[in-house]
């Protein structure tokens, strides 16, 4: 505490100089003890060596880190010279505490302080299965609930699997540049426990153009490795090397860098990988192929002892190794929705028309993963939660809410036998979407939004489910849920499910603005939304509410109050000791 002070006085006489310099990690970074991380100075001048001054907790930075960084006298930013810089990559701390960084060149002078944690000698779970549904918000549960499981008298006839979690928090999922966030940054922040911008993954964004040269901090998969001898499993219904799942192995500053993040998991060799995009792992000159070279990922994954499947029937068939090595890729881009796949056939289901569902994807992977004795990781993500969500198709959203929570009921029956295990369920950000009631073809009225019944008068949905599968046997049912976002761009409501395929709101017309889709202006009752979101925006966009993580099992006391969503992964690291090597 007394160190603390002193800073806040240092900090206080400081305060008529530049704080023009830029320090990664940044401010109020927490570090796992022993977890490597590339530190960065980015000056806004240019500087000889000897001008600068770098110091940590009062010593000399290369004493305290254990070598001398590379200056760069100019680093070249986005547009020109941007200043000098000093970058020294993979150092690790291996006490606990505050390290004071200061750093002086000039007028400039730059102050952060970092708490590397320690976790518990022994470790409180032997696995952990992270759940995350892509954007889902409150709205998205309370549909769910109620789409699957009805209510009568106000009170849920059933809950979700998910409902049960007996630990909670809330998490703070804003980006280092922003209040606002993307599935990059607040993935990697659960999954290194440190925020970043939004786009990156695994690292902190610098100000270079190069993507994959930003000042690198550990990934959960490479701390695994480097600490234990667990499995890693990465299941995902989006192409697998989308925001989400990268974020287990990947560090680039740009998302967009599919085709390089594969190498990434090639790099790391996760036991189970299934979802789509296979697209990045063809190389170039196969047919649908998104690669710009000859790299054929299937081919390496194979020689690497892998076994590869493309279909539901493969994944529940095909002979699986021992060491468990899998790696399904069952669309070339994102997998289709459980609506789509299961009931109305639409969307891209009749060309990959023997997809596996999310249930069967974590089963598979449970089964695999836990053949190894020391346990595993599992990270499962139900994706197209957000890909609906964004062009404000909520039965597609919902229905895949559902499946997401089957996965995770399917889990906890698995827990039973394995009371060894965590789990823990989450978005990764969430949505302005709420249901506000319902929409009733039988009321008698001219014009649709008439139907949308509120307060007292929206009553209860009449959704059935005949098979008891949990889902509702049909979502265009006379009374259903009214369902809206609060940001759109300009689309026209149809306060309809969309039973030809996903909803596609709005369209570019000629000068690339972003103008509602005149191929919902004629269903009966449409009514044009005029946006409140700019002209470039073609969907949705996500919210800046807290998401509610929930938890079970050994460690999931760790989770409670308000959290930032970094804080997450030092419940994670506390829960498998990941301070201790575990190495046989
Ligand atoms: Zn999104």
Redesign the pocket.
């Known amino acids: 505490m007394r160190a603390r002070l002193a800073l806040l006085a240092a900090a206080t006489c400081l305060a008529g100089t530049a704080q023009a310099a830029t320090i990664y990690p940044l401010d109020r970074a927490t570090v796992l003890v022993g977890s490597p991380f590339d530190f960065k100075v980015e000056l806004d001048q240019v500087y000889d060596a000897g001008d600068v001054e770098v110091t940590v907790n009062g010593e000399a930075y290369a004493d305290v880190f254990g070598s001398e960084a590379e200056f760069v006298a100019e680093e070249n930013g986005k547009d020109g010279v941007a200043g000098s810089a000093m970058i020294l990559r993979g150092i690790s701390l291996t006490e606990a505490g505050d390290y004071a960084v200061a750093v002086k060149a000039g007028d400039e002078t730059k102050d952060v302080t970092w708490t590397v944690y320690d976790t518990p000698a022994m470790p409180k779970a032997k696995n952990i299965i992270f759940f995350v549904a892509?954007?889902m918000s409150m709205g998205h549960r309370t549909a769910a609930r109620i789409m699957s499981k009805g209510m009568t008298e106000g009170k849920a006839d059933g809950r979700l699997s998910m409902d049960g979690l007996d630990h909670m928090a809330t998490i703070g999922t804003s980006s280092t540049h922003s209040i606002a966030t993307?599935?990059a940054n607040t993935m990697s922040a659960y999954m290194t426990g440190h925020k970043t911008r939004v786009n990156a993954l695994g690292v902190y964004a610098d100000r270079t153009p190069n993507s994959q040269d930003d000042p690198k901090v550990e990934t959960i998969a490479e701390a695994l490795r480097r600490q234990t001898g667990k499995s890693i499993g990465v299941v995902s219904t989006a192409e697998i090397e989308d925001a989400t799942p990268a974020a287990v192995v990947a560090h680039t500053r740009l998302r967009a860098d599919k085709a390089d993040i594969v190498g990434m998991f090639y790099d790391i060799k996760p036991e189970v990988i299934l979802g789509g995009g296979s697209a990045y792992f063809l190389k170039s000159d196969v047919a649908g192929s998104k690669r710009k070279d000859d790299k054929d990922y299937i081919s390496m994954f194979e020689d690497a002892g892998y076994t590869v499947v493309t279909s539901a029937d493969e994944l529940d068939t095909a002979e699986k190794p021992e060491d468990g090595k899998l790696l399904g890729l069952f669309h070339t881009g994102n997998m289709d929705t459980k609506l789509d796949r299961s009931f109305l056939k639409k969307g891209s289901v009749e060309k990959f028309p023997n997809q596996p569902g999310l249930v069967e994807m974590t089963d598979a992977a449970i089964e695999q993963l836990s053949k190894n004795p020391e346990g595993f990781f599992l990270m499962v993500e139900a994706a197209t939660v957000?890909?609906m969500?964004?062009p404000l198709d909520w039965d597609r959203a919902v229905v895949d809410m559902i499946e997401f929570d089957q996965a995770i009921g399917s889990a906890m029956e698995w827990m039973n036998s394995h009371p060894d295990t965590m789990i823990v369920v989450t978005g990764d950000?969430t949505?302005g979407f709420s249901v506000i009631g319902t929409v009733d073809d039988e009321v008698d009225a001219e014009e649709m939004r008439d139907k949308v019944l509120t307060y007292d008068a929206a009553g209860f949905p009449n959704y059935t489910d005949d098979n008891g599968d949990g889902y509702p046997d049909k979502v265009d049912v006379s009374r259903r849920l009214a369902m809206f976002s609060n940001n759109f761009p300009d689309y026209y409501e149809t306060f309809r499910p969309k039973l030809d395929g996903p909803f596609q709101p709005a369209v570019k017309d000629e000068n690339g603005r972003y103008v509602a889709n005149d191929a919902y202006k004629d269903v009966p009752g449409a009514v044009l939304r005029t946006g409140n979101l700019p002209h470039n925006a073609s969907t949705g966009v996500?919210a800046v509410d807290d998401v509610v993580l929930q938890s079970t099992g050994p460690g999931a006391e760790g989770f409670k109050g308000y959290m930032e969503q970094s804080d997450v992964y030092g419940v994670l690291a506390d829960t498998f000791a990941l301070g201790t090597s575990q190495k046989q």
């Open positions: 892509d954007g993307d599935s957000d890909k969500s964004h950000h949505h996500h």
